[in-house]
């Protein structure tokens, strides 16, 4: 009955405990952790919980209005960003404890050596609509 | 066609089916499809009788279903006759339809889909839209709440509380895609009100109804909140708020009170002022302690402490305030209005901001930064 948006940061999150870059896994390793990722996704949808789940790539453009039949300012990419969001899932859950639950399974995907990355996962409700009864 | 009386058959049809010796699952995929061949086929011809014609419609879908199921698993034992339809049954199947989908069993948000589905009739794509998810998770938490209550049996009596908790979280989900939850929150509780003599279900009911009334002053045209106070009174759905009243006044009558008949209650007094200023405050804190002594809710004491400042001053209502958890939701939005009647506005702005960051809601964010930003305005000048 809440939303929560599920973040994964390419930068800006505090090191994993098994932090190894991904160039450095081995093919198999990276085919286990894709798996692992697909399969929470579709137990997910099986659970009637899950909404929506993309990947971003690293690199991105920054856009601004530059005036009245001007064409949009482009920059960057700033590779200065401090945090930079690698990917989202979106999941719909009966509570926050839930919530934390599924983000806690999420980052146990396995990384380097098959153990678990227990990469930190930022877990942020969805501002939603105002309930009907407020008094 | 009418949709809504369409939809009103569901609950019946499915429960001739399980008579039958359906099992529920079953029948209400079948009951779901003889909806959407109703939709497609009745415009052009009507049925004599319409209930007559969605349960031969349910039945030889469920039981093509069932032959389909029977035929990948090779069996042939099967009897497809139609039973003949066993004496009317002493309890209210559609009663117990409402008591299954709201089992304690299921989550919250599978019984609130399970009820929508099997006693409202709605298609697994309209709860969907209406709950912000993909069809496909619907149709999984609909699915997997039906294999919860498989082994539930129809026959007994559950906890109306149960079902009134789910019909009030569905009139709180709101409204989007084409379907107004709120609304079909009153019809099933109506629906409800006319099978059970509860006082709580009329108070249930009484609540939805003077809630709904206000809702079309509740939004600017530009979406924006517009708070109780500030409300035309003049787009009050006075019918609604009528019936509301009058059916709270008839369950008071029985001396049963209950949480619902209270939150009515409340809402009720708001709905007779003519304005803002005439609301009987007075009577609304003595309803809220009647409310506390019910719930124990923090939220209902935070809501007290409202009614406290406006009774008797915003000074009192500091003070009721004061002895509650500040990390309580809307603590800090009722701190900053409090403030605010109190004259000092330059608590209240730093509060309203405050409260605005921690806003559950993107309208109320919105309302709670405006409050801010307006009382920042006038102490520039």
Not at chain 1, 55 to 73: C, F, H, K, M, S
Not at chain 2, 208 to 216: E, F, G, K, N
Not at chain 2, 330 to 359: F, M, P, S
Request: charged share 25%; with cysteine; aromatic share 6%.
């Amino acid at each position: 009955m809440a939303k929560y948006l599920l973040l994964k940061h390419y930068r800006g999150a505090p090191a994993p405990v098994n932090d190894v870059p991904m160039d450095r896994w081995t093919p198999e390793e990276i085919s286990a952790h894709m798996q692992y990722m697909h399969d929470f996704a579709a137990r997910l949808e099986q659970t009637g919980e899950f909404v929506d789940g993309q990947a971003l790539a690293p690199e991105g453009t920054w856009v601004r209005y530059d005036g009245e039949g001007r064409p949009p300012v482009t920059d960057g990419p700033f590779a200065e960003t401090k945090d930079l969001i690698a990917g989202w899932m979106v999941i719909d859950v009966d509570s926050h404890e839930r919530a934390v639950e599924l983000a806690g399974e999420l980052s146990a995907a396995p990384g380097a050596g098959g153990k678990p990355i227990h990469e930190w996962l930022e877990v942020r409700p969805f501002l939603a609509a105002p309930p009907t009864v407020t008094e | 066609m009418n949709e809504a009386l369409l939809r009103s058959l569901t609950p019946s049809v499915l429960a001739v089916l399980v008579r039958r010796g359906a099992d529920f699952a079953a029948a209400e995929d079948a009951v779901q499809d003889a909806l959407v061949e109703a939709v497609r086929v009745w415009p052009a011809t009507p049925p004599r009788d319409a209930k007559g014609w969605l349960v031969t419609v349910a039945w030889r879908r469920f039981l093509d279903a069932r032959r389909a199921d029977a035929a990948r698993r090779r069996r042939e034992d099967l009897v497809d006759e139609e039973p003949a339809p066993g004496p009317a049954s002493a309890v209210d199947d559609t009663l117990q339809l409402y008591f299954l989908c709201a089992h304690p069993s299921l989550t919250p948000a599978s019984a609130v889909a399970l009820t929508l589905r099997a006693v409202g009739g709605l298609t697994t794509r309209q709860i969907a839209q209406a709950c912000l998810v993909p069809e496909a998770t619907m149709a999984q938490r609909i699915s997997r709440a039906k294999r919860t209550v498989a082994g539930v049996r129809l026959d007994r009596p559950g906890d109306v509380a149960t079902v009134l908790r789910v019909l009030y979280l569905v009139f709180n989900e709101g409204y989007s895609g084409d379907v107004d939850l709120a609304a079909e929150a009153i019809r099933l509780t109506r629906q409800l009100a006319a099978r059970v003599d509860h006082p709580e279900v009329a108070g249930l009911l009484a609540l939805m109804l003077l809630h709904h009334a206000r809702r079309a002053a509740r939004t600017a045209p530009d979406g924006s909140l517009v708070p109780l106070a500030e409300q035309d009174r003049g787009r009050w759905d006075t019918a609604s708020i009528a019936e509301g009243v009058d059916i709270l006044q008839a369950a008071l009558a029985r001396d049963r009170l209950g949480e619902f008949q209270a939150q009515a209650a409340v809402a009720a007094l708001h709905a007779d002022a003519p304005t803002a200023t005439e609301t009987d405050w007075v009577q609304i804190v003595e309803w809220y302690d009647e409310l506390a002594r019910l719930t124990d809710s923090p939220v209902v004491r935070l809501n007290r402490a409202v009614a406290v400042g406006e009774a008797d001053g915003p000074r009192a209502g500091l003070a009721a305030l004061a002895a509650l958890d500040a990390s309580l939701p809307r603590h800090t939005a009722v701190a900053a209005y409090l403030h605010e009647r109190d004259g000092d506005l330059a608590t209240a702005a730093r509060l309203y901001a405050e409260a605005a960051h921690k806003a559950p809601s993107l309208a109320e964010r919105d309302h709670l930064t405006r409050r801010a930003a307006r009382l920042n305005t006038l102490r520039r000048h």
